[in-house]
């Protein structure tokens, strides 16, 4: 069993979602496709636009404020700053830094996870919770945000029509004991079949290849985390799953043999939001406070690389 030593916990969750709201019959206007097509193939209905003079960053910095007020802390009680994306502000400076700023958290530590795309939420919950096993950690805050409009082709129905624009941050600190991370899983097999090839390129996907892998390896990890936790996947309460395609999802929850209503959707009003993804399925359930203690919940993703992660914890 791989239980960390110092229970954490996830204290408070905050989304932000651009205003815009982009329906499938304004993408199938410019595009060769129907709203018809898209929900049978993705469950998407509508997804958020983030405006031309508004960054990751902006999105991340308003995603966190409410998380931090939830966990009942202040900026200043941060010691470190994790941000999950791969539509990073610029190459340099950092933008967990920039979030810094924004936030005036003068004395946290910033991290960056940029290459696991919509697993960098996943592997920077993951680094949250072995800081928090230092003595100089005791509040971490993770935020996972994607602006996939500004790296897709807005010709390119393969992924124009999937992607969507958020961020989503959560708190992590110290818990009682019985509380925090029991077990995980990490996996990757290297593929160029989702990609952006270059610096300015537009992402390619090919979606074949991301169904035939994610649905073979999202279940599996997540056997694999909860088996390394020791705890039944008929116990978990709570499954936060990446919000790529409401049939991958289904799919996913069917092999598992885990009912629907365990699973919390954002993808079909969201689209798929990257590293923000399994960060709107929790607000969902964390925010309206339907995780209670003693609840065991997994958070799992899989992202371009192709790379994956499932964290198993029980909630204090």
């Known amino acids: 069993m791989s239980a960390l030593s110092v229970p954490v916990a996830i204290t408070g969750t905050g989304v932000h979602l651009p205003p815009e709201v982009v329906t499938n019959a304004e993408l199938a206007s410019t595009l060769d496709t129907s709203d018809e097509w898209i929900v049978s193939r993705t469950g998407i209905r509508t997804r958020r636009r983030l405006a031309p003079e508004r960054a990751t960053s902006d999105m991340c910095a308003a995603a966190a404020r409410p998380a931090l007020a939830a966990a009942g802390v202040t900026p200043r009680d941060v010691d470190a700053i994790i941000v999950g994306t791969y539509t990073a502000d610029q190459p340099l400076p950092s933008t967990a830094l920039i979030v810094k700023e924004l936030l005036g958290a003068d004395r946290a530590l910033t991290l960056d996870v940029t290459q696991a795309a919509c697993a960098n939420g996943v592997q920077a919950l993951f680094l949250a919770a072995h800081l928090l096993q230092t003595p100089a950690a005791r509040t971490v805050l993770v935020v996972a945000a ?13 992924t124009r029509v999937f ?58 990890s997540v056997l694999r985390a909860t088996d390394d936790a020791e705890v039944r996947v008929a116990d978990v309460a709570h499954f936060f799953l990446h919000q790529a395609n409401l049939n991958i999802l289904t799919a996913a929850l069917e092999k598992l043999g885990v009912p629907a209503d365990r699973a919390p959707i954002t993808v079909d009003s969201l689209g798929n939001t990257g590293s923000a993804g399994v960060f709107t399925a929790l607000h969902s359930r964390f925010g309206a406070g339907a995780v209670r203690p003693g609840d065991t919940y997994v958070v799992s993703s899989i992202g371009a690389g192709f790379q994956w992660g499932t964290l198993c914890f029980r909630h204090g």
């Open 146 to 158: 994607d602006c996939a409009s500004r790296v897709t082709d807005p010709a390119d129905r393969t």
């Open 163 to 220: 992607f969507g624009d958020a961020a989503g941050a959560a708190v992590l600190t110290r818990a009682a004991p019985g509380a925090g991370l029991l077990g995980w899983d990490f996996g990757a097999e290297l593929s160029y079949e989702v990609e952006i090839p270059a610096p300015g390129a537009y992402l390619k996907m090919n979606g074949r290849a991301v169904w035939d892998t994610a649905t073979r390896c999202l279940p599996d």
